[in-house]
């Protein structure tokens, strides 16, 4: 199995940017398609953006399109998001999950593993 870590949160200002990592160890990443997730304060689990087993098909939440980019590579076994023009509402911690599987997926139940997530706060 892969064991995924996430870094690169922290306290930002709205309209600043943030890039988070998820490094894979166990098992290469290019056997995965991945996923980033988010949880805000008393809020459910939400997909925020994906990324298919090769980069070839990303799919991303309404609420972040334009303004983020998920990004990987597979050779250095690391997930990237690229968060541009932050909001406070993007104030969560965010996940990054690992689907046996090539192709993107939204529900949460479609991951296998999972990171142990990193706080973004957006302060306005």
């Known amino acids: 199995q892969v064991q995924l870590v996430e870094s690169g949160g922290g306290l930002v200002q709205a309209g600043g940017s943030l890039r988070l990592s998820c490094a894979a160890s166990?098992?290469?990443?290019?056997?995965?398609?991945m996923g980033w997730f988010r949880q805000g304060s008393g809020k459910e689990r939400e997909l925020v953006a994906a990324?298919?087993?090769?980069?070839?098909?990303?799919d991303y939440a309404d609420s972040v399109k334009g303004r983020f980019t998920i990004s990987r590579d597979n050779a250095k076994n690391t997930l990237y998001l690229q968060m541009n023009s932050l909001k406070p509402e993007d104030t969560a911690v965010y996940y990054c999950?690992?689907?046996?599987?090539?192709?993107?997926?939204?529900?949460?139940?479609?991951?296998?593993?999972w990171g142990q997530g990193t706080q973004v706060t957006v302060s306005s």
């Open positions: 166990g098992r290469t990443l290019s056997s995965y398609a």
């Open positions: 990324i298919s087993r090769f980069g070839d098909s990303t």
């Open positions: 999950a690992a689907r046996q599987h090539s192709r993107i997926a939204t529900p949460i139940s479609a991951y296998d593993y």
